[in-house]
């Protein structure tokens, strides 16, 4: 016997999940509703099928094909627009010369078909429909039987006062080909409603079969969770996918859970997901193909479908989750909420119950959502952040998107062009600088490849080459999960603004530059880059006073890419020196989040006890050091570029420093002590690289241990900073422990201040209407200027809140200027 399974139907009730798939390919217990009423037909002999297919018709074919691979025959009839139940059946007549059966494809059941056929032939009926009891009736179609079981009429939808019977249509029939002479070809007809009371108005038999077994219409969200809680309590015989594991959970292929994370059963984590330590994961939980869970996150009742990403310490409780959704750390999606596919929920978000939030949206960060997000009220979050472009690994920085980005980038060039391309250690460095190599030769660029390299020696080699540009891929700081792409002009500075949105412009367009065959761009690797980097430092410095001087050094090299290039610029400087973690390597993730500060107390041991100058523990990248004095005292960023800046300005009488607008006021003292000028700049890197590049600047820095020295390269560099403060030392010939004591006490504080993207323009006018009174200092942000000391408002770049830094005689008193300002902020925003 033939099976006819409707799967045209859009599933409007279970939208965002339906809005692009069609709701019989909703994953159920991780395979998708139609697949386990495919599997229910051929355990009962029908290996013959024809499907009706209407929404995202493709998707279904592409899935099933032609149901080989489910041991049965499948076609396809397609409805060119919406027929209804029985004008579907009809569209699909020609391949339907016998008695058949019909099921919906959105249904979860076990009923036993092949009585339900039994009673259809001993009944002899037109039609025979599947009945099933149920508690509450009102939202289903009741059939009226008689004794015998022939059917006396239907009620679609009824009133409690036209309740005479609990039992309804479950859409599963047994149906003879003498019933198409009740639909006309065409027209939208549904059983039920039209067909089914016409064949009794002119007296043919219809039968009602009350089936045993399990039958749910999954039409809802909270039918859904239930359809998945009823099929891991065992209530609904269905195929659950994994390796039963005893207690109701089930594992898959290269699923990988740690031995610390917790899971109460029944729950099913699918193939290839990946659960850390500290994971509580509570029963009726259910998690599809690599979902990765981190540490520390606690799910309950929550359905996670392919590819979603949960946070560490997210909290998730009866809600779904579409594919590709990506929740982040301790963010809190709560009951009855649905997330479409390819959704984002910032930091620390909190989803209340019933939103629904439609594919490819975005949730800020800190942001408390009440109502359902349909159409978004701001543009999507902007690719390039402070750093370029940063994701989880394989998450949200994936090569396909690596290829994409590269072509993009590639086409803002000449074609011919040449860019240079670097990574650091790490593996998934090596894999999506490939990519992204791959991208920029489609485009028609050329690539030199300086493979493992730190970054400042990748910006020496665009600035001092014939390189049009740079790139660099590499792990986050801090974050060993998550990696960043790095993009340099033909000068080595990070690109501008109006670059990057060129580059964005062209990627969400998909404008690319397709270069021919005969124009893909070439690979080659330049010998020399490492040479040409430590000759330049060699003469920023008087190595032969660096040599009579013979320091003693102790350093830090992270396992960082500057192990590469250490060898030769200590060799130049004469100095003495032991290395820690002198060789390149990816660090473990444990190693790798390992406090800054714990490493740097170790190293100030050894300082002390060698009796060496000076201490550095320097960052994988390159680029940022934090320096320890000859006493062995480790300076937080603050105090070293204050030091810094003393050096410079003690050495150099009337250089010109540039620093960012949120600096302590003692380094402008501090540089008028000497005649020195301090150049304030906007807080971003490139900001301060751009001052940099000024010829009357002699040392930019920032408060985060990031030091430029122009004569050399406008960007930061560690191991320039290590010679450089050196040849400072030794021209002032005074230890760094003397210039430290001389430093004064700096009472800075920060604030953090949650505002909505469309309301922090708001804010700054209210910050500078309300301080007119006031000196204020307009180079980035609002910063005002009190008697004894100033305060900063400025809106983050990335992320829905406002910062506020304030300085004062005290940190009691920083802390209340800070707290003040934060407080008008929150006013304004009421």
């Known amino acids: 016997m033939k099976a006819v399974i409707l799967a045209g139907g859009e599933g409007t009730r279970l939208r965002p999940l339906t809005s692009n798939q069609p709701k019989p390919m909703m994953p159920l217990v991780n395979a998708p509703m139609m697949e386990h009423i495919i599997r229910l037909l051929a355990s009962h002999g029908f290996d013959d099928i024809v499907v009706t297919v209407a929404f995202l018709a493709n998707q279904i074919r592409n899935y099933f094909g032609d149901g080989s691979d489910f041991g049965v025959r499948m076609q396809y009839a397609t409805e060119e627009s919406p027929l209804g139940t029985a004008g579907s059946v009809r569209n699909a007549s020609e391949e339907l010369d016998d008695t058949f059966l019909v099921?919906?494809?959105?249904?979860?059941?076990?009923?036993?078909?092949?009585?339900?056929?039994?009673?259809?032939?001993?009944?002899?009926?037109?039609?025979?429909?599947?009945?099933?009891?149920?508690?509450?009736?009102?939202?289903?179609?009741?059939?009226?039987?008689?004794?015998?079981?022939?059917?006396?009429?239907?009620?679609?939808?009824?009133?409690?006062?036209?309740?005479?019977?609990?039992?309804?249509?479950?859409?599963?029939y047994v149906l003879e080909p003498d019933v198409f002479g009740f639909i006309p070809a065409g027209e939208v007809v549904d059983f039920s409603g039209g067909v089914?009371?016409?064949?009794?108005?002119?007296?043919?038999?219809?039968?009602?079969?009350?089936?045993e077994g399990y039958w749910e219409d999954v039409g809802t969200l909270e039918a859904y969770i239930r359809a998945h809680a009823d099929v891991l309590d065992g209530r609904v015989r269905v195929d659950i996918p994994g390796f039963p594991l005893g207690e109701g959970i089930w594992l898959g292929e290269n699923a990988f859970v740690d031995p610390a994370a917790r899971v109460d059963g029944p729950v099913v984590i699918g193939d290839n997901c990946r659960i850390e330590a500290g994971v509580h994961l509570r029963e009726y939980t259910v998690l599809g193909t690599d979902v990765v869970v981190k540490h520390d996150a606690f799910l309950e009742r929550a359905v996670c479908h392919d590819h979603a990403y949960v946070g560490p310490g997210a909290h998730l409780r009866g809600c779904v989750l579409g594919r590709s959704t990506d929740v982040r750390s301790q963010a809190r999606v709560e009951e009855d909420v649905?997330?479409?596919?390819?959704?984002?929920?910032?930091?620390?978000?909190?989803?209340?119950?019933?939103?629904?939030?439609?594919?490819?949206?975005?949730?800020?960060?800190?942001?408390?959502?009440?109502?359902?997000?349909?159409?978004?009220?701001?543009?999507?979050?902007?690719?390039?952040?402070?750093?370029?472009?940063?994701?989880?690994?394989?998450?949200?920085i994936t090569p396909e998107l690596a290829v994409r980005l590269a072509m993009a980038y590639g086409t803002t060039l000449q074609r011919g062009a040449v860019v240079a391309a670097s990574r650091d250690t790490s593996r998934v460095g090596r894999a999506l600088k490939r990519a992204m190599i791959g991208g920029l030769n489609l485009a028609g660029i050329s690539v030199e490849d300086i493979e493992l390299a730190s970054v400042p020696l990748t910006r020496f080699h665009v600035r001092n080459g014939h390189c049009r540009g740079g790139v660099t891929v590499r792990l986050a700081p801090s974050d060993p999960d998550s990696v960043e792409i790095r993009f340099f002009d033909a000068s080595g500075r990070d690109l501008t603004e109006s670059d990057q949105r060129k580059i964005e412009r062209l990627?969400?367009?998909?404008?690319?530059?397709?270069?021919?065959?005969?124009?893909?761009?070439?690979?080659?690797?330049?010998?020399?880059?490492?040479?040409?980097?430590?000759?330049?430092?060699?003469?920023?410095?008087?190595?032969?006073?660096?040599?009579?001087?013979?320091?003693?050094?102790?350093?830090?090299?992270?396992?960082?890419?500057?192990?590469?290039?250490?060898?030769?610029?200590?060799?130049?400087?004469?100095?003495?020196?032991?290395?820690?973690?002198?060789?390149?390597?990816?660090?473990?993730?444990a190693a790798a989040i390992d406090a800054q500060s714990v490493r740097a107390d170790r190293l100030?041991?050894?300082?002390?006890?060698?009796?060496?100058?000076?201490?550095?523990?320097?960052?994988?990248?390159?680029?940022?050091?934090?320096?320890?004095?000859?006493?062995?005292?480790?300076?937080?960023?603050?105090?070293?570029?204050?030091?810094?800046?003393?050096?410079?300005?003690?050495?150099h009488p009337g250089a010109r420093i540039a620093l960012p607008v949120s600096v302590t006021r003692e380094a402008e003292r501090i540089a008028a002590d000497h005649g020195a000028t301090i150049v304030w700049t906007k807080m971003s890197a490139a900001s301060l690289m751009e001052a940099a590049s000024s010829d009357q600047v002699d040392l930019a820095a920032s408060a985060a241990g990031g030091f430029i020295w122009p004569e050399l390269l406008p960007a930061f560099d560690a191991t320039a900073t290590l010679a450089e403060v050196l040849d400072l030392l030794a021209t002032v010939d005074r230890p760094l422990s003397a210039i430290v004591k001389d430093l004064p006490r700096v009472h800075i504080t920060h604030e953090t201040v949650p505002t909505p993207w469309e309301r922090k323009g708001a804010v700054m006018r209210e910050m500078v209407e309300r301080n007119q009174d006031r000196e204020l200092i307009l180079v980035d942000g609002v910063k005002i200027l009190h008697p004894e000391g100033w305060a900063l408002v400025l809106p983050d770049p990335e992320e829905a809140v406002t910062h506020v830094w304030a300085e004062a005689g005290s940190d009691q008193r920083a802390r209340q200027l800070a707290q003040e300002y934060a407080r008008r902020i929150r006013q304004a925003l009421r």
Not at 197 to 209: D, F, M
Not at 347 to 375: D, T
Not at 527 to 548: H, I, K, N, W
């Open 103 to 172: 099921i919906s494809g959105d249904v979860l059941t076990d009923i036993d078909l092949g009585a339900l056929v039994k009673a259809h032939r001993d009944s002899g009926a037109l039609a025979t429909i599947a009945l099933k009891r149920v508690e509450n009736p009102l939202e289903f179609g009741i059939v009226i039987t008689r004794p015998d079981g022939s059917i006396e009429r239907f009620l679609e939808k009824p009133s409690w006062g036209e309740v005479f019977s609990d039992t309804i249509n479950t859409g599963i």
């Open 196 to 211: 089914f009371p016409a064949a009794l108005a002119e007296g043919r038999t219809l039968h009602g079969h009350v089936a």
């Open 338 to 396: 649905v997330l479409g596919d390819e959704c984002f929920v910032g930091e620390r978000a909190v989803v209340n119950p019933g939103v629904k939030v439609y594919p490819f949206k975005s949730v800020e960060a800190g942001a408390v959502v009440n109502a359902s997000i349909v159409w978004e009220s701001r543009a999507p979050r902007a690719l390039f952040g402070r750093r370029g472009v940063r994701g989880l690994a394989n998450v949200d």
């Open 507 to 589: 990627l969400s367009r998909e404008d690319y530059r397709r270069a021919f065959a005969g124009d893909i761009g070439d690979i080659v690797f330049p010998p020399r880059s490492l040479e040409y980097y430590t000759a330049a430092l060699e003469r920023c410095v008087d190595t032969q006073r660096l040599a009579e001087r013979s320091f003693k050094v102790v350093l830090d090299l992270s396992h960082g890419a500057t192990s590469l290039v250490m060898p030769n610029v200590l060799a130049k400087l004469g100095a003495e020196v032991l290395t820690v973690n002198p060789y390149a390597s990816t660090a473990p993730a």
């Open 604 to 651: 100030a041991n050894l300082v002390r006890s060698s009796g060496s100058d000076l201490g550095m523990v320097m960052d994988p990248d390159g680029e940022h050091a934090l320096l320890i004095d000859d006493e062995g005292h480790v300076l937080d960023p603050v105090r070293g570029m204050l030091a810094v800046v003393a050096l410079v300005a003690e050495a």
